[in-house]
Nanobody, 120 residues
Framework: QVQLVESGGGLVQAGGSLRLSCTAS????????MGWFRQAPGKEREFVGRIRWNDRSTYYADSVKGRFTISRDNAKNTVYLEMNNLKPEDTAVYYCASAGAPLDSRWSYWGQGTQVTVSS
């Protein structure tokens, strides 16, 4: 069974930085696309970004482009979300997601989320 566990969330002032981690267990992430999503209070979950398994190319939502960076360390079975120049509107629960099958783009597995709060 695949499990994803996020960590690294917390309270930070606007303009600050945080790095979130997502560690998988139950299988290797090597051949799976990985993504990050977030959900703010009263809003639907939204896509933040993803990293491909093969060429490690990344793609980001416009709202975070230039400020957030996704990377992966397959040896540690971990994906990271580096967040810089944080804004109060980045406050949300951040979720890690994994594709369900190699080469698949559909998100089948989710972590429990980690809270990020940005104060103004």
């Amino acid at each position: 069974q695949v499990q994803l566990v996020e960590s690294g969330g917390g309270l930070v002032q606007a303009g600050g930085s945080l790095r979130l981690s997502c560690t998988a267990s139950g299988r290797s992430i090597t051949m799976y696309n990985m993504g990050w999503f977030r959900q703010a209070p009263g809003k639907e979950r939204e896509f933040v970004g993803r990293i491909r398994w093969n060429d490690r190319s990344t793609y980001y939502a416009d709202s975070v482009k230039g400020r957030f960076t996704i990377s992966r360390d397959n040896a540690k079975n971990t994906v990271y979300l580096e967040m810089n120049n944080l804004k109060p509107e980045d406050t949300a629960v951040y979720y890690c997601a994994s594709a369900g099958a190699p080469l698949d783009s559909r998100w089948s597995y989710w972590g429990q989320g980690t809270q990020v709060t940005v104060s103004s």
